[in-house]
T-cell receptor
Framework: QKEVEQDPGPLSVPEGAIVSLNCTYS??????FMWYRQYSRKGPELLMY????GNKEDGRFTAQVDKSSKYISLFIRDSQPSDSATYLC???????????FGAGTRLFVKA | NAGVTQTPKFQVLKTGQSMTLQCAQD?????MYWYRQDPGMGLRLIYY???????DKGEVPNGYNVSRLNKREFSLRLESAAPSQTSVYFC???????????FGPGTRLTVL
């Protein structure tokens, strides 16, 4: 079993839709939870990060962490064609040097 | 600042050939990483260097070697390339107090 599970998609939605992306994990030591966005033929870039449980909002993006269920989510409101990318969840433990990445979900937002 | 740079951007090798992928960062970061990315597999850690002078194996180290040349540079060497090493390779770095990793643009490697 992988430490982090993420549905690779692809996920196709119309412009303006609410998008929900999710990951599950097995290691209870993880404390930092991140979402990276990767455009085609580019390196990943950090989109949001959350420490421990709770919600964090940044514009159209909301990250949620439920440590009791070992489940994290990224919501995108009013999705735009420019949001079309691969979204990778990632997590690491306090003081840890290694970050574990999910497989990434490919998102297509159609105009 | 250039951030994380990687060379080359593209490379085609024949089975058995060797090559070195170069990575440099100008953010004074302590930790550096090499990943490979394959369809449906996400980013898999090959090797990492927590600080200058140290290197450790990641999830998929077989067939690779690394050198942390100095604080800025971290190279990845394929001694005898195999078709299974066809992939996109990313270098990343991270600061001492941070969790965010900064990625380079990647090297697309094909082994025939």
């Amino acid at each position: 079993q992988k430490e982090v599970e993420q549905d690779p998609g692809p996920l196709s939605v119309p412009e303006g839709a609410i998008v929900s992306l999710n990951c599950t994990y097995s290691n209870s030591a993880f404390q930092y939870f991140m979402w990276y966005r990767q455009y085609s033929r580019k390196g990943p870039e950090l989109l949001m990060y959350t420490y421990s449980s709770g919600n964090k909002e940044d514009g159209r993006f909301t990250a949620q962490v439920d440590k009791s269920s070992k489940y994290i989510s990224l919501f995108i409101r009013d999705s735009q064609p420019s949001d079309s990318a691969t979204y990778l969840c990632a997590m690491t433990s306090t003081g840890g040097f290694k970050t574990i990445f999910g497989a990434g979900t490919r998102l297509f937002v159609k105009a | 600042n250039a951030g994380v740079t990687q060379t080359p951007k593209f490379q085609v090798l024949k089975t058995g050939q060797s090559m070195t992928l170069q990575c440099a960062q100008d953010m004074n970061h302590n930790s550096m990483y090499w990943y490979r990315q394959d369809p449906g597999m996400g980013l898999r850690l090959i090797y990492y260097s927590a600080s200058e002078g140290t290197t450790d194996k990641g999830e998929v180290p077989n067939g690779y070697n690394v050198s942390r040349l100095n604080k800025r540079e971290f190279s990845l060497r394929l001694e005898s390339a195999a078709p299974s090493q066809t992939s996109v390779y990313f270098c990343a770095s991270r600061g001492l107090a941070g969790t965010e990793q900064f990625f380079g643009p990647g090297t697309r490697l094909t082994v025939l």
